[in-house]
């Protein structure tokens, strides 16, 4: 008994055959036709009846697990028991959900929020010369440039919420100035600004030596002849 | 009885098994094996006929349970075939509906079968690439 058990459990592997199924019990009907069968059915359907008698080679493993099934009382799986005993896998992998101290670590230095925040990185400003009229209104307001680059350096060393409303203000202040600024560009390059300067420095070429190095639009052409 | 049966082992590579028999017979034949196997279906498997590469099949009739799937059938075909792994099989109902592979035996032949009672699949290899 125990030897049938440990033969079927263990004889099942070196036992497969690569071109016939374990799952499959074929056998052949004398009138052409092919009966296909799982071992675990094979209880249930009418197979006292001998089937064949030309039973070939593709039947010789089917009566052990058959005969010990209706023994036991099991139902023997189509699929060999080894096939269940493969590790399990968690569809995302750990790597992805869990919550690891790097994540604390990345964004959350104050010092690269202001890096972040701080004007001269901006992208939005192209000349430099903001930059410096900013500094020198930091310098006139609070009169200690030292303190106060000491606080934009390094911010989560002091009180940093004060340092940053400080810093935000200063911001806010100079967005104002670009914007001012950039208004002020916009009318110096207005159309009638540029024909209006360019009017300008040709009465004063006319009157005084006449050389036009400079560049100058086209103008409108005054035909005098 | 040897020269009959090489005329129609011949005759199984060109036509198919419907053209072979009658309607008659057929029934007849489903009627009996219902009565000796009560729990199988009745399939014929055959090549179809726009099939140039795969083999046919030496038994076209099958008795299948009606509790596996298609997906098993498929891989049964396979076996019986002796397929390499890397040629694909597409097994078609009636030679038109593509079987779906979760379906069991018994839906697929309470769904499709014949009127003579038989459950026709055809099976043609699959271009996968193409």
Known sequence: MFQRLTRLFFSEGPASDPIEPKAFVSEEEDDGWLIIDIPDSYTLTSSGEDVAEGQTDSIDSSPLPHSLGERIGWSIPPHPPQSMDESWFVTPPPCFTAEGPGHNAVGSSPLEDLLIEHPSMSVYITSGSIVVEQETNEITRDRSPSKSRVERRTPHHASSVAAKAAILGKVGQVSRIQRAKAMVDKRKLGRKNLQRQNLAREFQGRNAVRHRNYMCQPRQRQCNH | ?130
């Open chain 2, 1 to 130: 009885m040897p020269p009959l049966v090489n005329s129609t082992s011949l005759e199984l590579n060109t036509t198919s098994f419907k053209q072979r028999k009658r309607l008659d017979s057929r029934i007849h034949e489903v009627n009996r094996v219902k009565i000796r196997y009560p729990c199988k279906i009745p399939v014929i498997v055959e090549r179809s006929h726009r099939e140039k590469v795969l083999p046919s099949l030496q038994k076209v009739k099958f008795l299948v349970p009606p509790e596996i799937t298609m997906g098993q059938f498929v891989s049964m075909i396979r076996c019986r075939l002796s397929l390499p792994p890397s040629h694909s099989l597409c097994v078609m109902i009636n030679e038109r509906q593509m079987a779906c592979l979760s379906m069991t035996m018994l839906e697929a032949y309470t769904g499709q079968r014949d009127q003579d009672g038989f459950l026709y699949v055809s099976y043609r290899s699959h271009e996968v690439f193409g």
